[in-house]
């Protein structure tokens, strides 16, 4: 069972306001990676990390932005929410980057 | 990554098995194919890699051809909790790590 955490489950906010979605692994993975997807739609890879101090930005462009202070901590910020923003947000960590532990996901609702 | 073409959608009867194709006809020869699941909106779920040989696991077996241009993912004997899309990727990697970079995939529905 893979230990990766993602707070909050579920966030309903208004347009303008900052947010910041929160992934923590346990399991001491160097590979940490953000993807994006609306119901129904593909995954997009927004953010990845490849260590601490390292963010690349994915094959999705985003207007949020991510830090990699602490091996274990990979959290996302949108400074500005809208309603564009609206979406699921899946982090997922890796030791090799080739097989991915996802968590369960941040369900975001900008009105 | 090398581009992969996998049905749109495949319906499987629950107790039979599930066949599902993948063409990477672009891959190169130190690429692997992996398969994840997706079920509902939940992350994504790994199930099987392979290079050359055909592999097997308590989930799954992926048959890989000769020249390596295509594989078929197989559940042999799919459950409605299999109902899912399966996605086929070939990651390039270099030497700090890679992406994987998922595709629409393949919608599978396992029915009664």
Not at chain 1, 20 to 31: I, N, R, V
Not at chain 2, 74 to 94: F, M, N, Q, S
Request: aromatic share 10%.
């Amino acid at each position: 069972e893979a230990d990766i955490y993602q707070t909050p489950r579920y966030l309903v906010i208004g347009t303008g306001k900052k947010i910041t979605l929160e992934c923590s692994q346990t399991m001491g993975h160097d590979k940490m990676y953000w993807y994006q997807q609306d119901p129904g739609m593909e995954l997009h890879l927004i953010h990845y990390s490849y260590g601490v101090n390292s963010t690349e930005k994915g094959d999705l462009s985003s207007e949020s932005t991510v830090s990699r202070i602490r091996t274990e901590h990979f959290p996302l910020t949108l400074e500005s929410a809208r309603p564009s923003h609206t979406s699921q947000y899946l982090c997922a960590s890796s030791t090799s980057g080739r097989e991915l532990f996802f968590g369960e996901g941040s369900r975001l609702t900008v009105l | 990554d090398a581009k992969t073409t996998q049905p749109p959608s495949m319906d499987c009867a629950e107790g039979r098995a599930a066949n599902l194709p993948c063409n990477h006809s672009t891959i190169s020869g130190n690429e692997y194919v992996y398969w994840y699941r997706q079920i509902h909106s939940q992350g994504p779920q790994y199930i099987i890699h392979g290079l050359k040989n055909n592999e097997t696991n308590e989930m799954a077996s992926l048959i890989i051809t000769e020249d390596r241009k295509s594989s078929t993912l197989i559940l042999p004997h799919a459950t409605l909790r299999d109902t899912a899309v399966y996605y086929c990727i070939a990651p390039w990697w270099d030497n700090q790590g890679g992406k994987l970079i998922f595709g629409q995939g393949t919608e599978l529905s396992v029915k009664p």
